[in-house]
């Protein structure tokens, strides 16, 4: 059974950064597509960035630049550095992890409804 706990998020003003981690079971970080996602009340989840087996990255258009996403195969837990922030990154940020064996479409392509196992979330609250 996978278990995400994800922990960093809190209150920051514009501009601050913050770096979210997502503690993971064994064998996850490193065999598992690995996603952070963030919904905004009254929002869809979106999909913030993706890191694939082979830490093949992908990034949500309006982070480029400002977040990077990162794991450590050996201590299992996977990264979200934030930086730039603004009011509207603020959102509940969710850990996520899935494997498609044998699977054509590519981690990076895969959206919230692709992923069964999830942390409990961690809240960023951005001020201006």
């Known amino acids: 059974q996978v278990q995400l706990v994800e922990s960093g998020g809190g209150p920051v003003q514009t501009g601050g950064s913050l770096r979210l981690s997502c503690a993971a079971s064994?064998?996850?970080?490193?065999?598992?597509?690995m996603g952070w996602f963030r919904q905004a009340p009254g929002k869809e989840r979106e999909r913030v960035a993706a890191?694939?087996?082979?830490?093949?990255?992908t990034y949500l258009d309006s982070v480029k630049g400002r977040f990077t996403i990162s794991k450590d195969n050996a201590r299992e837990t996977l990264y979200l550095q934030m930086g730039s922030l603004k009011p509207e990154d603020t959102a509940m940020y969710y850990c996520?992890?899935?494997?498609?064996?044998?699977?054509?479409?590519?981690?990076?392509?895969?959206?919230?409804?692709?992923?069964?196992?999830w942390g409990q979330g961690t809240q960023v609250t951005v001020s201006s």
């Open positions: 996520a992890a899935e494997h498609w064996p044998g699977a054509f479409i590519p981690c990076g392509m895969r959206g919230a409804s692709d992923f069964g196992y």
């Open positions: 064994r064998d996850t970080v490193s065999n598992y597509c």
């Open positions: 890191i694939s087996r082979g830490s093949t990255t």
